[in-house]
């Protein structure tokens, strides 16, 4: 399963249809890319990896860029949810005006509690654009409302850890003027021979090139952000998918070829972002990849020794369950696809791994993504995660989870941001993104789909 979202495009459209140039937030370049390389008045096409350069905006069209730039909001919202939110005012000061001291002593309890959400100003943008294509007046007005909910802010590629330093900066300006407590919440993303067992989110170091000081010179880059400003609080989802592939794939020669690699990696991650105060939440697969009885031992074992080789840090709470996937936290019937696994939806997956990691050494405790999982009984198998027709977003964030095990009910997957592509002829193809229960046709990982957008609004339950 997977899977990779992007800091990405707002408008995407097929390289068989790119024959002009291109929109702002449209591909304009990368591998097997046959469409016009240029942007419209206001866009510089800008290389995100081998794979995708995306029109981002800029003085002037159709040139290129080493770095990433964001789109922002300026108006200020809050969530009708137990988690409060807010959106940037883009101050993005030149120096933050807080001296680094140290990080504060780790909380013992919920690191969400007692603070405000700040909204990804870029996804905000994407939906306010998506919105606009929305004809339906009720739909429409139903779209808007996603860009107040909070969702995770992925760097996928190095080239985006600077934006990081810029939504500290407006959080840390906004809890300055309103004398509130805020908080960024992000996916680190760019593990070396990344997506092992899959195509669609490959990544962009490789470990025959350089990958671990790659990914090392990533993650502190990361943290230099972070470390700029101590009074906003930052929660990570670490390495989605990654670890996962070692407890079931090792079969898969590429994965058995990143064990090391995916292993290492993440302990440093961990220590690193210890070390400046971000709390972490590994990534942990879900009920129909790690819920199996026979993947439950050994998933734990693997977690708690990751979680004592990087220091046994109480910043270090726990896992993350259910990224970019569609199971329920509470199925009120099974789905007949989890037939024989007796963890058939996310809270039965947690209850039971839960006590097997405190027994390894782990005291863990769970986010659990539900983005879009508002609709269930929509997949042919349970292995099937690509753009998943039917799908619609689901419950709300909040830290009213019902289980003392769970911290957060989050949306770690900004819906509307594509799993993967459906053309069969690209390089990043992946079979899963052309099943029958995938929605086609889907463009690239990462890059915005509105026609599933579209269908995650309508079908959203509770609705919006």
Partial sequence: M??????????CLLPLLANAAQPLYGQCGGTGYSGDTSCASGGVCTKLNDFYSQC??????????????????????SVTTPITTSTATNSNPAQPSTTWTGPAAPVSGNPFTGYEIYLSPYYAAEVEDAASKISD?????????V????????FDVIAKTGDLGKYLADASAKGKASGKKYLVQIVVYDLPDRDCAAYASNGEFSIANGGEANYKRYIDQLVAEVKKYPDVRVIAVVEPDSLANLVTNLNVSKCSGAQ???????????????????????????AGWLGWSANLGPAATLFADIYKSSGSSAFVKGLATNVANYNALSASSPDPITQGNSNTDELKYINALGPQLR?????????????????????????????????GF??????????????????????????????????????????????????????????????????????L
């Avoid at 997977?2 to 408008?11: E, G, N, R």
């Avoid at 769970?366 to 799908?391: E, H, L, P, T, Y």
């Fill in 56 to 77: 981002l905006p800029g003085t002037g069209g159709g040139s290129s860029s080493s770095t990433t730039t964001t789109t922002t909001t300026t108006t200020t919202t």
């Fill in 137 to 145: 007046a009720s739909l429409k007005a139903k779209a808007l409302k």
């Fill in 359 to 391: 027994s390894a050494g782990f005291p863990a405790t769970f986010i659990v993504d539900q983005g879009r999982s508002g609709v269930q009984n929509i997949r042919d198998q349970w292995g099937d995660w690509c753009n998943v027709k039917g799908a």
């Fill in 394 to 463: 689901g419950q709300r964030p909040t830290l009213n989870t019902g289980s003392s095990l769970i911290d957060a009910i989050v949306w770690v997957k900004p819906g509307g941001e594509c799993d993967g592509t459906s053309d069969s002829s690209a390089v990043r193809y992946d079979t899963h993104c052309g099943l029958n229960d995938a929605h086609k046709p889907a463009p690239e990982a990462g890059t915005w789909f509105q026609d599933y957008f579209v269908n995650l609004v309508r079908n959203a339950n509770p609705a």
């Fill in 147 to 154: 860009k107040d909910i909070p969702t995770f802010t992925w």
């Fill in 2 to 11: 997977i899977k990779a979202t992007s800091l990405s495009a707002l408008v």
């Fill in 260 to 286: 090391t690699a995916y292993k290492n990696g993440v302990i440093y991650a961990l220590q690193q972002l210890s070390a400046v105060g971000v709390y972490s939440y590994i990534d942990a697969g879900h």
